[in-house]
């Protein structure tokens, strides 16, 4: 019973907001429109009789408020107007369109952004002031800080488009440099080893040994990198030892001056550097790149599924819209795989921010919750930690969450602005900037009307849950 | 048990005021990246003309923009290399080691846009735009919020109510869509509408918080005592009110810098700030050169968009260090 009072007294306290975000939405449509609402529906070849016409069968010559209370009339029957943007077509009717496809791309975000945020959340408090927790602390931050659409760009870039071939010259290029560093130890190692090999001692095991590993490296590097390489590393190295034995043997290890085995050592190093490097660095750079998956561009599903149309009926005429949900059910997988690798580089871009923020929130209320009392308990009782924190910790960590989903939800809205556009996805989202580009208030401001219901009813849902989850909760 | 006695010579500040602030952030490596961050772009903005000087003959009609208001207070400098397009035409000339086949490294380092822009330039003044945008949107916001605050939460009562209510409305809404839906109001794309946008969007945040403390302040026997000698209200207010609630408002203006430019940067990303390319915003720089980045020019996007997620970063740093000291309680 106390349920159903909460659940009405929410309800009634959202009318005013309602209200109040019409009144907001339908002014500054209509200082857009600069008070004239017509515009919508005028195009440049009607009459002024027609024109006439037009607005006095809507309304539109009436004052400021009867307007608005005919808007408010249109909201509670389902009529926002007319989108110019969709060639005029019921606003309504292009919600249902474009919903589906919004809805699919933020549930999936929402899902990579509560089992990523948990986990990460998780760990970092689990191993607080560790490498692990300063490197989530950072993702985390860094997940608040990047600008959405910059990200999404740049995953383009990385995961979507073909490297252009001077990138890959280029990153090779570095990698050479990399590979030429890695291969100068090389002889500077076996330099060093072998003076210590030509001094005066008896030969024990471990020397027997440690010549007989040199040998290892020289046939592992002529077996990986060829002939002509290994034998310009062997030459270098042949260098450095005599010289830096001969040095030992006139003056002792401890007496050589540390100018002369510099300057030994950057002549070895130039020398190895010329005729050593035959490009092995860049083959593997080469090799990298190639193993970089490579995903679609944007859209939700790719033109060979949809060609020929009757070809997966799943993804042109599912029921629910949601194309992974459709093509399960109708065991499609060619065209689920597809959908699928659409979904990845958007989802991850959307879902990133609310990651970073759940993360962050998680770390918090998880290192509040393993202070307690009844933690020590558990972990005094002898239960494992892994148990303590999964089944003691973390569920009671998770309750602050519920609310944080629900508070991301707008921005993840809002984000779907920019996701949807950079990844071309026919969602709400590209809409309004369509509708942005072009000037088209009603749109818009339809648009921010659904979002601000959509997290209203969110954050209803979510402060429902919140008392199911936690029954120290009243709901009040 | 005894503690180990401090060094001799090693004397903590008073636990007050700014001297034993910055001994505190000295201790937090992170807190003093952001500082650090931000430092390096306060200097970017303030020595703009130096770091990237306009040609006297660039700082005339031919590139001063028409029409847009907003963009005539700033120089609209970063064609700076329409001269000499040649020199790094569509390079990223940052040698590698190993690679030094291009002579153009000292003239434009982050490269040029297929226009012939140098990104450096856009870069560097962008960072005024920023400054700017983010510090002036905030302190619109806390200025505001301050004052309705600061009245809703001493006198309550009706204003306290319609208060709550439009901040409820303001609150209960994404702010980036809300902003759109004002800026596409005042039909018209200039960095001015965006800050509008944004200060009218980001005033009800203070004003929530600036109550709730006031609210609690105000239960205090040093607030009592006041009331009692008879000081008039404003003067307690001002005098012993505010102060005592800065802490959470320096912390919350903190991240908000970051967050306004992050807002400003997609609204300008989106096509709100201009229309011209000579504007040198740094989330229309990144508009401009999204569409090379499939043919291989990744610096048209990389460096504006590190130069937005750094500033944002040295403020969110900055203020999460901040909250640390200041309002332990407050962590989330």
């Given at each position: 019973m106390k349920f159903w009072t909460y659940l009405l007294r929410r309800l009634i306290l959202a009318i005013p907001v309602i209200l109040g975000i019409t009144l907001i939405t339908f002014s500054i449509s209509w200082e857009a429109n600069q008070g004239d609402m017509s515009r919508a529906y005028i195009?440049?070849?009607?009459t002024a009789a027609q024109v006439q016409a037009v607005k006095e069968a809507h309304g539109f010559d009436k004052p400021f408020f009867v307007q608005y209370l005919t808007y408010l009339r249109g909201l509670v029957n389902g009529d926002l107007g007319i989108s110019h943007t969709q060639n005029d077509r019921l606003i309504t009717q292009v919600f249902a369109d474009f919903f589906p496809a919004t809805l699919e791309l933020t549930l999936v975000a929402v899902v990579i952004a509560l089992v990523g945020g948990v986990f990460l959340g998780t760990l970092s408090a689990t191993q607080k002031d560790k490498p692990v927790d300063h490197a989530t602390r950072f993702l985390a931050l860094a997940g608040v800080s990047v600008p959405i659409f910059w990200l999404g760009l740049l995953m383009k870039f990385a995961f979507a488009t073909s490297f252009p071939q001077d990138i890959v010259e280029r990153a090779s290029a570095v990698g050479k440099t990399v590979f030429l560093f890695l291969a100068l130890l090389v002889p500077v190692g076996i330099g060093f080893f072998a003076a210590e090999a030509m001094q005066p001692r008896a030969l024990s095991w471990n020397r027997i040994f440690g010549r007989l590993s040199v040998l290892g490296v020289v046939g592992g590097l002529i077996f990986f990198f060829g002939w002509s390489f290994v034998f310009a590393v062997f030459v270098s190295s042949v260098i450095v030892a005599f010289a830096l034995a001969a040095l030992v043997k006139v003056r002792g290890w401890s007496r050589i001056p540390k100018r002369i085995v510099w300057a030994i050592l950057g002549g070895t190093l130039l020398v190895s550097a010329i005729v050593a490097f035959s490009g092995v660095g860049s083959i593997v750079v080469h090799d990298i790149f190639e193993l970089v998956p490579r995903l679609p561009l944007?859209?939700?599903?790719?033109?060979e599924i949809l060609n020929?149309?009757?070809?997966h009926p799943s993804v042109t005429h599912g029921r629910t819209g949601l194309l992974l949900v459709d093509t399960a059910l109708a065991g499609d997988w060619v065209a689920f795989n597809d959908v699928a690798q659409h979904l990845v580089l958007p989802a991850i871009t959307l879902g990133y921010f609310s990651l970073a923020i759940i993360a962050r929130i998680m770390r918090a209320s998880m290192l509040e919750i393993l202070s307690l009392d009844f933690v020590r308990t558990a972990r005094a009782k002898g239960i494992p930690e892994r148990e303590v924190i999964r089944r003691h910790a973390r569920r009671n960590a998770l309750i602050p969450i519920a609310t944080v989903v629900g508070l991301t939800f707008g921005g993840l809205l809002g984000g779907a602005v920019l996701t949807e556009t950079i990844f071309q996805w026919p969602g709400l989202g590209r809409w309004s900037t369509q509708a942005i580009g072009s000037g088209d208030a009603q749109s818009i401001m339809a648009f921010t009307l659904f979002v601000v219901i959509v997290y209203l009813i969110a954050n209803l849902i979510v402060d429902l849950l919140y008392s199911l989850l936690d029954p120290r909760v009243r709901l009040s | 048990m005894t503690t180990p006695l401090p060094p001799t010579g090693h004397v903590a500040p008073r636990q007050r005021g700014f001297r034993f602030l910055w001994y505190r952030v000295r201790k937090s490596p992170l807190t003093l990246i952001g500082f650090g961050l931000i430092v390096i772009y306060l200097l970017l903005a303030i020595f703009a003309p130096i770091l990237a000087p306009v040609p006297a003959e660039q700082r005339g009609d031919a590139y001063a923009p028409v029409g847009h208001e907003g963009e005539d207070i700033l120089p609209a400098p970063w064609f700076t290399n329409v001269n000499n397009p040649v020199a790094c035409a569509s390079k990223w000339p940052i040698p590698v080691i190993g690679w030094f086949d291009h002579s153009a490294t000292m003239t434009c380092p982050f490269g040029t846009s297929n226009?012939?822009?140098d990104i450096y330039y856009g870069v560097v003044w962008g960072a005024r735009i920023s400054v700017a945008m983010g510090v002036g949107v905030t302190m619109t916001g806390v200025i505001i919020g301050l004052v309705l605050g600061l009245l809703a939460g001493w006198y309550g009562g009706w204003l306290d109510e319609i208060l709550l209510r439009i901040t409820d409305i303001f609150l209960s809404l994404p702010l980036l869509v809300l902003a759109i839906a004002i800026i596409v109001a005042f039909r018209n794309a200039s960095l001015w509408s965006v800050a509008f946008a944004l200060a009218i969007v980001w005033w009800p945040t203070y004003t929530r918080l600036v109550r709730g403390q006031v609210l609690v302040i105000r239960e205090n026997q040093y607030i009592e005592a006041a009331k009692a000698s008879g000081l008039p209200d404003w003067y307690i207010l001002i005098r012993h009110v505010t102060p005592n609630i800065l802490s959470p408002i320096v912390v919350q203006a903190t991240l908000d810098i970051g967050s306004v430019v992050l807002t400003a940067a997609a609204l300008s990303y989106i096509g709100?700030?201009?229309?011209?390319?000579?504007?040198?915003?740094w989330g229309r720089l990144v508009a401009l050169g999204q569409d090379y980045i499939a043919t291989g020019q990744w610096w048209t996007v990389v460096f504006p968009g590190l130069a937005i997620f750094g500033f944002v970063l040295g403020f969110n740093l900055l203020g999460d260090g901040l909250r640390d000291l200041l309002d332990p309680r407050g962590a989330r």
């Amino acid at each position: 019973m106390k349920f159903w009072t909460y659940l009405l007294r929410r309800l009634i306290l959202a009318i005013p907001v309602i209200l109040g975000i019409t009144l907001i939405t339908f002014s500054i449509s209509w200082e857009a429109n600069q008070g004239d609402m017509s515009r919508a529906y005028i195009s440049a070849k009607m009459t002024a009789a027609q024109v006439q016409a037009v607005k006095e069968a809507h309304g539109f010559d009436k004052p400021f408020f009867v307007q608005y209370l005919t808007y408010l009339r249109g909201l509670v029957n389902g009529d926002l107007g007319i989108s110019h943007t969709q060639n005029d077509r019921l606003i309504t009717q292009v919600f249902a369109d474009f919903f589906p496809a919004t809805l699919e791309l933020t549930l999936v975000a929402v899902v990579i952004a509560l089992v990523g945020g948990v986990f990460l959340g998780t760990l970092s408090a689990t191993q607080k002031d560790k490498p692990v927790d300063h490197a989530t602390r950072f993702l985390a931050l860094a997940g608040v800080s990047v600008p959405i659409f910059w990200l999404g760009l740049l995953m383009k870039f990385a995961f979507a488009t073909s490297f252009p071939q001077d990138i890959v010259e280029r990153a090779s290029a570095v990698g050479k440099t990399v590979f030429l560093f890695l291969a100068l130890l090389v002889p500077v190692g076996i330099g060093f080893f072998a003076a210590e090999a030509m001094q005066p001692r008896a030969l024990s095991w471990n020397r027997i040994f440690g010549r007989l590993s040199v040998l290892g490296v020289v046939g592992g590097l002529i077996f990986f990198f060829g002939w002509s390489f290994v034998f310009a590393v062997f030459v270098s190295s042949v260098i450095v030892a005599f010289a830096l034995a001969a040095l030992v043997k006139v003056r002792g290890w401890s007496r050589i001056p540390k100018r002369i085995v510099w300057a030994i050592l950057g002549g070895t190093l130039l020398v190895s550097a010329i005729v050593a490097f035959s490009g092995v660095g860049s083959i593997v750079v080469h090799d990298i790149f190639e193993l970089v998956p490579r995903l679609p561009l944007g859209g939700r599903m790719s033109n060979e599924i949809l060609n020929p149309p009757e070809a997966h009926p799943s993804v042109t005429h599912g029921r629910t819209g949601l194309l992974l949900v459709d093509t399960a059910l109708a065991g499609d997988w060619v065209a689920f795989n597809d959908v699928a690798q659409h979904l990845v580089l958007p989802a991850i871009t959307l879902g990133y921010f609310s990651l970073a923020i759940i993360a962050r929130i998680m770390r918090a209320s998880m290192l509040e919750i393993l202070s307690l009392d009844f933690v020590r308990t558990a972990r005094a009782k002898g239960i494992p930690e892994r148990e303590v924190i999964r089944r003691h910790a973390r569920r009671n960590a998770l309750i602050p969450i519920a609310t944080v989903v629900g508070l991301t939800f707008g921005g993840l809205l809002g984000g779907a602005v920019l996701t949807e556009t950079i990844f071309q996805w026919p969602g709400l989202g590209r809409w309004s900037t369509q509708a942005i580009g072009s000037g088209d208030a009603q749109s818009i401001m339809a648009f921010t009307l659904f979002v601000v219901i959509v997290y209203l009813i969110a954050n209803l849902i979510v402060d429902l849950l919140y008392s199911l989850l936690d029954p120290r909760v009243r709901l009040s | 048990m005894t503690t180990p006695l401090p060094p001799t010579g090693h004397v903590a500040p008073r636990q007050r005021g700014f001297r034993f602030l910055w001994y505190r952030v000295r201790k937090s490596p992170l807190t003093l990246i952001g500082f650090g961050l931000i430092v390096i772009y306060l200097l970017l903005a303030i020595f703009a003309p130096i770091l990237a000087p306009v040609p006297a003959e660039q700082r005339g009609d031919a590139y001063a923009p028409v029409g847009h208001e907003g963009e005539d207070i700033l120089p609209a400098p970063w064609f700076t290399n329409v001269n000499n397009p040649v020199a790094c035409a569509s390079k990223w000339p940052i040698p590698v080691i190993g690679w030094f086949d291009h002579s153009a490294t000292m003239t434009c380092p982050f490269g040029t846009s297929n226009h012939g822009a140098d990104i450096y330039y856009g870069v560097v003044w962008g960072a005024r735009i920023s400054v700017a945008m983010g510090v002036g949107v905030t302190m619109t916001g806390v200025i505001i919020g301050l004052v309705l605050g600061l009245l809703a939460g001493w006198y309550g009562g009706w204003l306290d109510e319609i208060l709550l209510r439009i901040t409820d409305i303001f609150l209960s809404l994404p702010l980036l869509v809300l902003a759109i839906a004002i800026i596409v109001a005042f039909r018209n794309a200039s960095l001015w509408s965006v800050a509008f946008a944004l200060a009218i969007v980001w005033w009800p945040t203070y004003t929530r918080l600036v109550r709730g403390q006031v609210l609690v302040i105000r239960e205090n026997q040093y607030i009592e005592a006041a009331k009692a000698s008879g000081l008039p209200d404003w003067y307690i207010l001002i005098r012993h009110v505010t102060p005592n609630i800065l802490s959470p408002i320096v912390v919350q203006a903190t991240l908000d810098i970051g967050s306004v430019v992050l807002t400003a940067a997609a609204l300008s990303y989106i096509g709100f700030t201009s229309n011209s390319p000579l504007l040198p915003e740094w989330g229309r720089l990144v508009a401009l050169g999204q569409d090379y980045i499939a043919t291989g020019q990744w610096w048209t996007v990389v460096f504006p968009g590190l130069a937005i997620f750094g500033f944002v970063l040295g403020f969110n740093l900055l203020g999460d260090g901040l909250r640390d000291l200041l309002d332990p309680r407050g962590a989330r």
